[in-house]
């Protein structure tokens, strides 16, 4: 199975028995493993934002660890160390819970600075050092961080360095009333229902092989074009103080054409990058102070900025693409027009 439609739908399908909604979150985890990207999860407590991972991974087959993040957590508890063998007289080098295919950082906001920065080379160039020495990590591998907004006693917020590793930044939202009606039935006629339940309906291999199909996606230059707008109206944002990085501009291609396969096209569309805007460029952004000030969010910035951008074979937005992105808050003055 090297059809990225067919093995996102598969996952999805399989998922579904026992998680209810979050079908785009799912998806959003498929093109991100597509992509040899990561994901960062944020929610309040008790939305399934850890199981989501748990199923993702059983349903692909995939290695499992997780991670408590707090604040005594250290990066050997991360990466691993050398241990002494009484027996033999040497070290051996003890594996930590980052040699896995999917690697669940939970509340990684808890852990201090210093643990989360064990995290930067592996998501980057997937291997990490140890004591000196460098080892690969396993392919495929994924990084699914979860977050929770409302607790920020005893949290560190996530450097810009580290966000900007994430391809990915959904908010796992409560479910509106007929999907909680389905939950409780669901849960009433079977109290044990969890990951168990989910079995592996796609391989290590199948992944990768759709991951290059994937890749073969076709990008016109219009579209591309259409990117590189987007992300320089973050950085001419009047809300903005730091814009999207250029890897931010990477990660927007790659996962504008794995979300098109997984979409059954053989090529990407404008709606593609639309719709990955939010996920891809809001939690990368550095707001201005009196963008904070106004109680802006990043992802009315990015609406903003998807408002004033022309797509390809589209009409002009009223304030114009030459002026960029109207201020949503008081961080700027608003375009004349």
Do not use: C
Not at 205 to 222: C, F, L, M, W
């Amino acid at each position: 199975m090297s059809d990225p439609e067919a093995v996102a739908r598969a996952v999805r399908e399989e998922i579904g028995k026992v998680l209810i909604g979050n079908e785009d979150v799912i998806d959003g985890l498929t093109v991100a493993l597509l992509t040899r990207s990561h994901v960062l999860l944020e929610g309040v407590p008790g939305v399934a934002k850890t199981t989501m991972a748990n199923l993702f991974a059983r349903a692909t087959g995939l290695d499992y660890k997780r991670i408590q993040m707090t604040p005594d957590v250290l990066p050997a508890d991360v990466t691993g160390t050398h241990v002494y063998r009484e027996a033999t007289g040497e070290f051996d080098l003890q594996k930590g819970p980052v040699f896995s295919n999917v690697v669940v950082a939970d509340e990684i906001n808890r852990a201090t600075p210093k643990t989360q920065s064990a995290l930067l080379e592996a998501m980057q160039e997937r291997r990490v050092t140890i004591e000196g020495d460098t080892h690969e990590l396993p392919d495929p591998f994924a990084v699914i961080a979860t977050q929770n907004p409302i607790e920020m006693d005893g949290t560190f917020e996530l450097p810009e360095a580290q966000r900007d590793r994430f391809q990915f930044r959904f908010v796992v939202g409560l479910p509106d009333r007929d999907t909680e009606w389905e939950l409780l039935n669901r849960f009433d006629a079977d109290p044990d229902l969890g990951p168990e339940d989910v079995e592996q309906v796609v391989t290590p291999e199948e992944i990768v092989a759709a991951r290059e199909t994937a890749r073969g996606t076709y990008v016109s230059d219009a579209v591309k074009g259409y990117i590189l707008d987007l992300v320089a109206a973050t950085r001419e944002s009047p809300d903005t103080e730091h814009g999207a990085s250029p890897r931010a501009g990477i990660a927007f291609l790659n996962a504008s054409k794995a979300h098109a396969a997984v979409e059954g096209r053989q090529y990407v569309i404008p709606d593609d990058v639309k719709l990955l805007a939010e996920p891809v460029l809001a939690h990368r952004l550095v707001l201005s102070t009196d963008a904070e000030l106004g109680d802006v969010t990043p992802s009315e910035v990015v609406q903003s900025v998807v408002g004033s951008v022309t797509p390809p074979g589209g009409e002009e937005p009223e304030t114009g693409t030459e002026a960029g992105a109207e201020a949503v808050g008081d961080g700027g003055d608003p375009v004349e027009e």
